[in-house]
């Protein structure tokens, strides 16, 4: 939700993009402006909307001579996705902002009878995948614009759930270890670039940049 075009060059490329071979994709990012704007947006993606598998042919396993249709359950996957942008000024014609956020996250649980039957017992999933985005422009004056951004793209993960062993809702293993399985990966970039026009047929660019992942 923080895009606002894409762009992708595949010849005639300019001089900043000197050490590319093949082609450059440009993303160019959503700014602030002189009046506020801003939009709130809930996606759901899962069971309650989508289709369930279809039969499949499944052959005794014991005479090995008979089969039969078999209507597999639907896999628990709901995606959730609440967010939204705000965008406006600070100081107008001067200092500009614009926010952005749109976290997805996926609940999900399992039934099993663990320790190859033995323990009856469910286990959680839960995961969550951060996108927030700020932005701020400053142009001190008609000659100079200067642009910094800052991108959280970090993902977190708890619980596992496996695969049954059987047809049955069988798991080998205790629950405890598959509750316990997860990650955190904190993942962030920072970017700036000030433009100076130093004349009607010339303009300064400096632009840099800091990815930083932990994972």
């Known amino acids: 939700e923080f895009l606002q075009e894409v762009q992708v060059r595949t010849g005639g490329i300019e001089a900043e993009y000197g050490g590319a071979v093949g082609g450059v994709m440009n993303a160019i990012t959503k700014s602030g402006g002189n009046s506020f704007h801003g939009d709130i947006h809930v996606y759901f993606a899962g069971n309650g909307i989508s289709a369930g598998p279809v039969k499949r042919l499944l ?8 089969a039969s249709f078999v209507q597999d359950r639907k896999q628990q996957e709901n995606r959730y996705e609440l ?4 965008g406006g000024y600070l100081l107008k014609d001067k200092l500009w902002f614009f926010v952005a956020a749109s976290p997805q996250w996926e609940p999900a649980s399992n039934a099993y009878l663990a320790t190859s039957g033995a323990n009856q017992g ?10 927030l985005f700020a932005k701020v422009s400053f142009d001190p004056t008609s000659r100079i614009r200067t642009n910094f951004s800052w991108l959280n793209t970090s993902a977190y ?7 049954y062993n059987t047809q049955t809702d069988t798991l080998a293993s205790s629950i405890a270890p598959s509750q316990g399985i997860g990650f955190s990966q904190p993942q962030t ?13 010339s303009i300064f ?4 940049g800091r990815f930083w992942d932990d994972y």
Do not use: C, K, M, W
Request: glycine share 10%.
């Open 59 to 66: 052959l005794d396993p014991v005479t090995q001579n008979a």
């Open 83 to 86: 967010g939204g942008t705000l």
């Open 122 to 131: 469910s286990i959680h999933q839960n995961q969550l995948a951060e996108n």
């Open 157 to 163: 993960s708890s619980g596992r759930l496996p695969a």
């Open 189 to 201: 970039s920072y970017n700036g670039n000030a433009d100076f026009v130093l004349s009607n047929r």
């Open 205 to 208: 660019a400096i632009r840099g």
